[in-house]
């Protein structure tokens, strides 16, 4: 399976910061098959990028994503209050698909 | 409006089984692939098995493989998760999610509200 790493596991940060979350793979996934979600506490998570840096309907543009191969990043440009939650990141180009650990993210 | 509603969560013993549904509506259902991701408390996702839209090719996690089996009814427009020999592991909230594909990309970009499943003694 594809083991998926990000970094930081947890970040705390002011309104208005710019953020950077990274994912790592295992092995090299290309370009096109690493997505983004944002999960709050009690709810479902939300697909926030597809494809490494296609934003999801309805996603504030402020979300951004890039990478390929093994290394991806997720950024937020300019972090607001409700931008609070754990970030996940997720390949589908080997099953079984798998999910970074999380990058919970606070707001100071 | 998208909506997938699961049911059938519960308390059950280890070795003990449950069924899971999923109701789909606002979308052509039998155009998606399908797959349920779980959350064990305090944890992380992991995906579980997904389906294609007819169901013909079905994938796992090896840790289910044998114990778990993913379905679909299109007439009914409601996706399924048959668990049996439950363990202690098995223990953490389901989730129905839009999108499955045997090869390719594909996303999640729907989710339901989760069910949760425990399995203690």
């Known amino acids: 399976d594809i083991q998926m790493s990000q970094s930081p596991a947890s970040l705390s940060a002011s309104v208005g910061d710019r953020v950077t979350i990274t994912c790592r793979a295992s092995?090299?996934?290309?370009?096109?098959?690493l997505n983004w979600y944002q999960q709050k506490p009690r709810q479902a998570p939300k697909l926030l990028i597809y494809?490494?840096?296609n934003l999801y309907s309805g996603v504030p543009s402020r979300f951004s994503g890039s990478g390929s191969k093994t290394d991806f990043t997720l950024t937020i440009s300019s972090l607001q209050p409700e931008d609070f939650g754990t970030y996940y990141c997720?390949?589908?180009?080997?099953?079984?698909?798998?999910f970074g650990q999380g990058t919970k993210v606070d707001i100071k | 409006e998208v909506q997938l509603v699961e049911s059938g969560g519960g308390v059950v013993r280890p070795g003990g089984s449950l069924r899971l549904s999923c109701e789909a509506s606002?979308?052509?259902?039998?155009?998606?692939?399908m797959s349920w991701v779980r959350q064990a408390p305090g944890k992380g996702l992991e995906w579980v098995s997904g389906?294609?839209?007819?169901?013909?090719?079905?994938a796992y996690i090896d840790s289910v493989k044998g114990r778990f089996t993913i379905s679909r009814d299109n007439a009914k427009n409601s996706l399924y998760l048959q668990m049996n020999s439950l363990r202690a592991e098995d223990t953490a909230i389901y989730y129905c999610?839009?999108?499955?594909?045997?090869?390719?990309?594909?996303?999640?970009?729907?989710w339901g509200q989760g069910t949760l499943v425990t399995v203690s003694s």
């Open positions: 999610a839009r999108g499955y594909a045997v090869a390719g990309l594909y996303y999640f970009d729907y």
């Open positions: 606002g979308f052509i259902f039998d155009d998606h692939g």
């Open positions: 389906l294609i839209w007819n169901g013909d090719s079905t």
């Open positions: 092995q090299n996934i290309a370009t096109s098959y």
């Open positions: 494809a490494a840096s």
């Open positions: 997720q390949q589908s180009f080997s099953a079984p698909a798998t």
